[in-house]
């Protein structure tokens, strides 16, 4: 059977694409399938970065994707973004680990214009809550950071976003925060990681943020994936704009322990008529091995196909050696060429002939004339001076 989107032609469904820029978006690629809607009642719906709930559709209203819906909370009704219906929205309920028993809420309607305008005022109003919250923990002497605040679609709920090492107290902080703001408080620690991911930024691939983009669960990052990836471990490279470890060194560190189990074991040397090589360092990408004589230092560095070692272990065990390490003798290594020696280093200090400027023709001729002179005066008194040789002088007759 063969599915088609809604504009006739093959390819991605186009109501499942979102928008880029949106950290949990999900490609629905059900939804332009026959009765995709009807098969459920639950819809995933979506509020400020990080937040997402999923809702039944009880009053079977029209929905879609990036429809705005006013949905229930606790008190009050909440605003947010249609992202998911049908099929899948079944999957994100067991990947985001909701109870079985767990209450789910309904969705009110299709939000009106009085209900955005209440959305639009709320969410002017948390940079200067975050700002005034802030000072509000620092004067009781709490050691948290409030990294953000969202407040409820209607207003009467407002989040607070902290992020602590250990356990606070923050009971003297809520009832301070709902004297000065009137509305009920939830506070709810985040972790370095969500922090970064909510504020946003580029990293050092030039990309944006992968925390800021999609990732949702946070795996721990060690530095032992560093060394299965031959990456220097250098503090200030290894670590990301959240001061911890690159989430980014675990998306290719299977590849790499994978690849590394092809290649010859360190604890093994090699036995050849040369003499016992020990394994220096392994290079993964290439597949290729290099061997010192020496076991802690580099000595008659050779490097050689894993292949070639493998089969060198094989042979040994058998209790053969070969001739040496390389198949067929030793191969011609090319040497570097040495670009500075190619030129003479001392050709800048070499100074430039100046250009005789032009004269004037006259001038030219009378200025030749002298010089001539010159020359004649200075040739004749070097003949007066030189003495004459032996072969010049005239022969005396006996």
Same mark, same amino acid.
């Given at each position: 059977?063969?599915?088609?989107?809604?504009?006739?032609?093959?390819?991605?469904?186009?109501?499942?694409?979102?928008?880029?820029?949106?950290?949990?978006?999900?490609?629905?690629?059900? =939804? @332009? !399938?026959?009765?995709?809607?009807?098969?459920?009642?639950?819809?995933? %719906?979506?509020?400020?970065?990080? &937040?997402? /709930?999923?809702?039944?559709?009880?009053?079977?209203?029209?929905?879609?994707?990036?429809?705005?819906?006013?949905?229930?909370?606790?008190?009050?009704?909440?605003?947010?973004?249609?992202?998911?219906?049908?099929?899948?929205?079944?999957?994100?309920?067991?990947?985001?680990?909701?109870?079985?028993?767990?209450?789910?809420?309904?969705?009110?309607?299709?939000?009106?214009?009085?209900?955005?305008?209440?959305?639009?005022?709320?969410?002017?109003?948390?940079?200067?809550?975050?700002?005034?919250?802030?000072?509000?923990?620092?004067?009781?002497?709490?050691?948290?950071?409030?990294?953000?605040?969202?407040?409820?679609?209607?207003?009467?709920?407002?989040?607070?976003?902290?992020?602590?090492?250990?356990?606070?107290?923050?009971?003297?902080?809520?009832?301070?925060? =709902? @004297? !000065?703001?009137?509305?009920?408080?939830?506070?709810?620690?985040?972790? %370095?990681?969500?922090?970064?991911? &909510?504020? /946003?930024?580029?990293?050092?691939?030039?990309?944006?943020?992968?925390?800021?983009?999609?990732?949702?669960?946070?795996?721990?990052?060690?530095?032992?994936?560093?060394?299965?990836?031959?990456?220097?471990?250098?503090?200030?490279?290894?670590?990301?704009?959240?001061?911890?470890?690159?989430?980014?060194?675990?998306?290719?560190?299977?590849?790499?322990?994978?690849?590394?189990?092809?290649?010859?074991?360190?604890?093994?040397?090699?036995?050849?008529?040369?003499?016992?090589?020990?394994?220096?360092?392994?290079?993964?990408?290439?597949?290729?091995?290099?061997?010192?004589?020496?076991?802690?230092?580099?000595?008659?560095?050779?490097?050689?196909?894993?292949?070639?070692?493998?089969?060198?272990?094989?042979?040994?065990?058998?209790?053969?050696?070969?001739?040496?390490?390389?198949?067929?003798?030793?191969?011609?290594?090319?040497?570097?060429?040495?670009?500075?020696?190619?030129?003479?280093?001392?050709?800048?200090?070499?100074?430039?002939?100046?250009?005789?400027?032009?004269?004037?023709?006259?001038?030219?001729?009378?200025?030749?004339?002298?010089?001539?002179?010159?020359?004649?005066?200075?040739?004749?008194?070097?003949?007066?001076?030189?003495?004459?040789?032996?072969?010049?002088?005239?022969?005396?007759?006996?």
């Amino acid at each position: 059977m063969e599915y088609k989107c809604g504009c006739g032609q093959r390819g991605l469904c186009a109501r499942g694409c979102g928008k880029d820029q949106c950290q949990l978006n999900v490609h629905d690629y059900q =939804a @332009d !399938l026959p009765d995709n809607q009807e098969v459920t009642d639950l819809v995933e %719906v979506q509020f400020k970065n990080t &937040r997402k /709930g999923y809702y039944r559709n009880d009053n079977h209203l029209t929905i879609q994707k990036g429809d705005i819906v006013a949905v229930e909370a606790s008190p009050g009704h909440d605003i947010g973004i249609v992202t998911m219906t049908g099929r899948l929205v079944a999957l994100q309920m067991k990947k985001a680990y909701m109870k079985p028993g767990e209450e789910i809420k309904r969705i009110y309607r299709i939000a009106r214009p009085t209900d955005m305008e209440k959305y639009h005022e709320a969410k002017a109003r948390e940079h200067d809550t975050m700002i005034r919250s802030r000072q509000a923990a620092k004067d009781l002497g709490l050691e948290m950071k409030i990294g953000d605040v969202e407040y409820q679609g209607d207003g009467n709920k407002a989040i607070f976003y902290y992020i602590a090492e250990g356990r606070v107290d923050f009971r003297q902080l809520i009832k301070v925060l =709902a @004297d !000065l703001f009137r509305v009920r408080i939830e506070m709810k620690q985040i972790g %370095v990681r969500q922090e970064a991911g &909510r504020i /946003g930024g580029f990293g050092p691939c030039g990309r944006e943020l992968c925390c800021a983009t999609w990732i949702r669960s946070f795996q721990s990052v060690g530095t032992a994936a560093a060394r299965f990836q031959d990456i220097s471990l250098n503090p200030q490279k290894l670590a990301g704009q959240c001061a911890k470890l690159k989430c980014c060194m675990n998306y290719e560190v299977d590849q790499y322990i994978e690849a590394g189990r092809r290649l010859p074991s360190r604890e093994v040397s090699l036995h050849t008529m040369d003499g016992e090589f020990f394994l220096f360092k392994a290079d993964i990408l290439s597949n290729m091995v290099t061997y010192s004589t020496d076991r802690r230092m580099a000595a008659n560095l050779v490097t050689i196909p894993a292949k070639r070692a493998l089969d060198i272990i094989e042979m040994n065990r058998r209790g053969e050696k070969p001739d040496a390490l390389e198949e067929g003798g030793k191969p011609v290594v090319a040497r570097p060429v040495d670009l500075a020696a190619q030129e003479d280093l001392h050709r800048f200090d070499k100074k430039k002939k100046k250009k005789k400027k032009s004269k004037p023709h006259g001038e030219g001729h009378q200025a030749e004339g002298h010089s001539n002179e010159n020359r004649d005066r200075k040739s004749q008194e070097r003949h007066k001076n030189e003495s004459p040789t032996p072969s010049s002088q005239p022969a005396h007759e006996g």
